[in-house]
């Protein structure tokens, strides 16, 4: 019984690994629709487009991704996944 | 001022001092630093919690967390067009550096419960990479 609870948690989380990777994505996509038009009046810093693209396309990114993750996740890691370091120093 | 010549396998632009220079900054400020977040806080954290509140074991939960994080993070290394369908990057040897280093900065995030350490390991090794990259190429050209 407990087995085949654990496996339907497997099963669900994989799903939601699932969602996640579609948001990933979606951010990803976003990030570099925003930074395509940022890049082009500033092109003359980086005519080669070296550094500059990707970069504007990694800051979008990090900043969606802060603002999709709840507020709430900001300082629960370790009470919501259940860790404690007591947990690690025992071992 | 183009200083090394021509563009490589490492850099694909003209390996100028500012292209280096940029694209070094690039990584070691901002590569590692966006695709924690991205990957690392913003998948792990509610996966962890949602096996753990189903009952799942520390290490199985932690495992599974990791494993989908990584995977979603080497997929994320395979570039895909759209219109029509297609492949447009995909480089074995790249997806086994990324299982590699994802599985390290998954059990990273998990050991020390923060996002700081996977950040700063992640910027760490690519500006590693980008060093020995330039290294090689000065060396074999």
Known sequence: MMIKHNWQAVGKIGLLGLVYFFLTRLISEIAF????????PLRAFDPDGSFLYISLHHLWQGLFALLVIPPRNWSCFSACSGFSFRAVSAR | MRVFGDTSAAFPFPLTARNFGGYFAFQIMLSGTSEEILFRALVMTPLLAYGKN????????????????????????????????????????????????????????????????????????????????????????
């Open chain 1, 33 to 40: 629709l925003l930074a395509q038009p940022m890049y082009q």
């Open chain 2, 54 to 141: 189903s009952g799942l074991a520390e290490k199985p939960n932690a495992l599974l967390a990791g494993g989908i994080s990584t995977l979603i993070f080497m997929l994320a290394h395979i570039n895909i067009a759209l219109d029509p369908l297609r492949v447009t990057h995909f480089s074995i040897l790249q997806q086994l550096t990324v299982l590699t280093f994802g599985a390290f900065y998954a059990f990273l995030f998990v050991k020390t419960r923060s996002i700081l350490g996977p950040i700063l390991a992640h910027n760490l090794l690519n500006a590693v990479i980008v060093t020995i990259g330039l290294v090689l190429f000065l060396v074999f050209g």
